[in-house]
């Protein structure tokens, strides 16, 4: 740029500023005052809340909401006093030997992400935690990029990183 062509520029805003000055000063005062109209009346604002599908509660109202909320009032529940039999103690079931294995199928579709394969292992109950945390381990382990797409059969035997090793792929 030469120095004609940065003072017709400066020259420019200048006049730009000054006119808006005096626009912003001398302009008219409509925008500037307001009048202040009538004030409704608290029955014509209750009958506008309500119409809208408010509820409106007087103070004293709300505070006792507050304290019945704070300490609810138990219903004494009527039982039958027949059932005072005892029973005898049962027997402890044997535990499993080893714990269910649950299985699932997970369909990696183009657009997914890997907080969306997590939410999916979360809510077949294959991984424990939240979808952020496999999603944060994805990415420290720099596979977030190789989400294959197709259809994976996995399993709650398997461990995290067989999982990301099964559906991401790094070759």
């Not at 004609?4 to 730009?16: I, M």
């Not at 369909?107 to 077949?124: D, F, P, Q, R």
């Not at 382990?141 to 067989?162: C, P, R």
Request: net charge negative; proline share 5%; glycine share 6%.
């Amino acid at each position: 740029m030469t120095a004609k062509t940065l003072t017709s520029f400066a020259s420019g805003l200048l006049l730009a500023a000054v006119v808006c000055a005096v626009v912003y000063f001398f302009g008219p005062e409509q925008a500037t005052t307001t009048k202040a109209g009538e004030k409704p009346t608290v029955e014509e604002l209750k009958s506008l809340l309500t119409d809208e599908g408010y509820v409106v509660h007087t103070e004293e109202e709300w505070n006792q909401a507050i304290a019945e909320a704070k300490n609810p009032v138990e219903k004494p529940q009527e039982q039958p006093k027949e059932e005072v039999k005892e029973e005898p103690a049962e027997e402890p079931k044997e535990e499993p030997s080893e714990p269910e294995v649950k299985k699932t199928v997970i369909n990696v579709t183009e657009g997914m992400t890997s907080y969306e394969v997590g939410k999916a292992l979360i809510s077949a109950q294959i991984i424990s935690g939240n979808a952020w945390d496999f999603a944060n381990l994805v990415e420290k382990k720099g596979v977030a990029k190789y989400l294959k797409l197709g259809t994976y059969e996995i399993n709650s035997n398997m461990t995290t990183d067989e999982i990301i090793s099964t559906i991401f792929n790094k070759k």
